[in-house]
T-cell receptor, first 114, second 109 residues
């Protein structure tokens, strides 16, 4: 138990569906992250929020839309996904400091796009 | 791109020390070395980090060479539960960790 929870843990959706992934952290952190991990590939950073403002967007397709309503919650809204978007989506949180970055990860959402 | 190079896999006998190497020859003077691990189907877990000096915590020890171009993560008494992918990361920017492909450590009974 890392203090970062993600729901749902598994999700199967069609290419025309709209769904959302939720992440919540109970650690008092002020930075949150979305990562994508495809089979046999390294983790890819998708989005970074620091103090509820998006500070990093690594050229992610617009069919992925993040939302950070407060420092404890992070959402990833999904629409018109492609089968190649099937992956493990991981959320993480940390304190936003210049010199130190221990990130705490949630268990992930396993997404399958049919 | 990740700034580190790690062997793709290693084996270790249970109860023995596991020594995982990492090369980071282009590291800058103010860049930290972080180690994370990922047990199958779980999120990555922080292990340890360091800048210049050797570091030790309850999980592992980190040995950084004097020129900082390489480091070694040491698990002193490996158990079967230490089987995981271990990532060596040079933090490039604040709040940004770039993961490479890591080393799959298989602890054998």
């Amino acid at each position: 138990e890392t203090g970062v929870t993600q729901t749902p843990r598994h999700l199967v959706m069609g290419m025309t569906n709209k769904k959302s992934l939720k992440c919540e952290q109970h650690l008092g952190h002020n930075a949150m992250y979305w990562y994508k991990q495809s089979a046999k590939k390294p983790l890819e950073l998708m989005f970074v929020y620091s103090l509820e403002e998006r500070v990093e967007n690594n050229s992610v397709p617009s069919r992925f839309s993040p939302e950070c309503p407060n420092s404890s919650h992070l959402f990833l809204h999904l629409h018109t996904l492609q089968p190649e978007d099937s992956a493990l989506y991981l959320c993480a949180s940390s304190q936003a400091t210049v010199t130190y970055n221990e990130q705490f990860f949630g268990p992930g959402t396993r997404l399958t796009v049919l | 791109d990740a700034k580190t190079t790690q062997p793709p896999s290693m084996d270790c006998a249970e109860g023995r020390a596991a020594n995982l190497p990492c090369n980071h020859s282009t590291i800058s003077g103010n860049e930290y070395v972080y180690w994370y691990r990922q047990i199958h189907s779980q999120g990555p877990q922080y292990i340890i980090h360091g800048l210049k000096n050797n570091e030790t915590n309850e999980m592992a020890s980190l040995i950084i060479t004097e020129d900082r171009k390489s480091s070694t993560l040491i698990l002193p008494h490996a158990t079967l539960r230490d089987t995981a992918v271990y990532y060596c990361i040079v933090r490039v920017l604040p709040n940004k960790l770039i993961f490479g492909t890591g080393t799959l450590l298989a602890v054998q009974p």
